[in-house]
T-cell receptor, first 116, second 115 residues
Framework: AQKITQTQPGMFVQEKEAVTLDCTYD???????LFWYKQPSSGEMIFLIY??????QNATEGRYSLNFQKARKSANLVISASQLGDSAMYFCAMREVPNRDDKIIFGKGTRLHILP | KAGVTQTPRYLIKTRGQQVTLSCSPISGHRSVSWYQQTPGQGLQFLFE???????NKGNFPGRFSGRQFSNSRSEMNVSTLELGDSALYLC??????????????FGSGTRLTVV
């Protein structure tokens, strides 16, 4: 079963608009971490934001915020005031902590295109 | 603080050959993980090394192997290359703590093309 689901393969958004990238996850572990990474065309994976399962508040990092809805197992990334440089692939990921397999599982990604 | 360094950045190999990729983690990080990224399969976990020991392994054939040295630098080897091994290989370093909530820092990747 897929543990991380990103239902939007691609999105087109006008510059300066806000963007929401969807992510749902599946785990039976009460302790886990959720991440979002950005991958520009250069290939490097850039860490954006982290949310722990026990965190009381939604994580924010500058223009990025994570809309964490634990009961729905949803961890959407919100980018406010989008910029042309935001065009990239975005990956949602999860680490189950503690777990036997210490690895981060990634979704298939969403390709975001920001239009001028 | 230097980031994660992967070498080489690009590689072209012929079917049947073998290849070795290198990854130097962030100073002080003891865990190195390797991922294969292809358009069809996305990001797939290969293996993780922590303090020179393979701590975790993904579902890849034995042609894929790795090791880690005492300075935490890691190498990944693929023998008897197949066309399907063409991919971006990403290395990530972390402190390796299993109780921490932090993710990985990735390198820029090695893009391998098998012809």
């Amino acid at each position: 079963a897929q543990k991380i689901t990103q239902t939007q393969p691609g999105m087109f958004v006008q510059e300066k608009e806000a963007v929401t990238l969807d992510c749902t996850y599946d785990t039976s572990d009460p302790s886990y971490g959720l991440f979002w990474y950005k991958q520009p065309s250069s290939g490097e994976m850039i860490f954006l934001i982290y949310q722990g399962s026990y965190d009381q508040q939604n994580a924010t990092e500058g223009r990025y915020s994570l809309n964490f809805q634990k009961a729905r197992k949803s961890a959407n990334l919100v980018i406010s005031a989008s910029q042309l440089g935001d065009s990239a692939m975005y990956f949602c990921a999860m680490r189950e902590v503690p777990n036997r397999d210490d690895k981060i599982i990634f979704g298939k990604g969403t390709r975001l295109h920001i239009l001028p | 603080k230097a980031g994660v360094t992967q070498t080489p950045r690009y590689l072209i190999k012929t079917r049947g050959q073998q290849v070795t990729l290198s990854c130097s983690p962030i100073s002080g990080h003891r865990s190195v993980s390797w991922y294969q990224q292809t358009p069809g399969q996305g990001l797939q976990f290969l293996f993780e090394y922590f303090s020179e020991t393979q701590r975790n392994k993904g579902n890849f054939p034995g042609r894929f192997s790795g090791r880690q040295f005492s300075n935490s630098r890691s190498e990944m080897n693929v023998s008897t290359l197949e066309l399907g091994d063409s991919a971006l290989y990403l290395c990530a370093s972390s402190s390796g703590s299993r109780t921490g909530g932090y993710g990985y820092t990735f390198g820029s990747g090695t893009r391998l093309t098998v012809v």
